[in-house]
């Protein structure tokens, strides 16, 4: 039997949130999350095992939603342009981090190695403009720079890279 489990999402990039279904029994990667339409009742039940012990409807929960976003009225369509957002912001990161040559520590990394991997990337940060363009803001560490031309060139491979989108992102 299905165990469908409501999680919410909240992305670092903006202040809405989300809810999104999905069923807890599947592994991670069969896994069909849905987004929950927020003006339709949700169904809550108390298990014990596999036995529902309790079922009845309740009210959807107030979702945030950010001035940013706010002109989208239709949930879907907001819930893409966050996840667009977001996801923009996360692969730039990803970008930045490969055109360096270098990636993040592991979990389980030692100090040493938490300490090269700063010592290339200090801050990443980020920002939108009024038109959601995306401005992206990095310090580098002591070991690695980039001249006018590399950054040029970084701006370059973003704004040919299909999945983040030409014009979406400026580098400063």
């Not at 959807?60 to 977001?86: G, M, Q, S, W």
């Not at 912001?89 to 055109?99: A, E, H, I, P």
């Not at 580098?140 to 006018?148: E, K, M, Q």
Request: proline letters at 6%; glycine letters at 2%; a negative charge.
């Amino acid at each position: 039997m299905a165990h469908i489990t409501t999680n919410r999402w909240n992305p670092d990039t903006c202040d809405c949130t989300f809810d999104l279904d999905f069923d807890s029994d599947l592994p991670d990667d069969q896994r069909v999350v849905t987004l929950h339409d927020p003006t339709t009742p949700q169904w809550k039940r108390l298990w014990r095992g596999t036995t529902v012990l309790e079922e009845h409807q309740e009210a959807p929960a107030p979702l945030k939603i950010c001035p940013e976003h706010a002109a989208l009225t239709d949930f879907r369509v907001r819930y893409t342009a966050v996840l667009t957002e977001n996801q923009r912001k996360n692969r730039v990161q990803s970008r930045l981090q490969t055109f360096l040559g270098v990636t993040p520590p592991p979990a389980d990394a030692t100090v040493e190695e938490e300490r090269t991997y700063e010592n290339h990337i200090k801050a990443f940060s980020w920002a939108f403009d009024a038109n959601r363009r995306l401005d992206v803001r990095y310090s580098l560490g002591t070991r690695l720079s980039l001249d006018t031309q590399q950054k040029a060139d970084f701006q370059a491979l973003l704004d040919a890279d299909a999945e983040i989108g030409a014009g979406k992102v400026r580098v400063l």
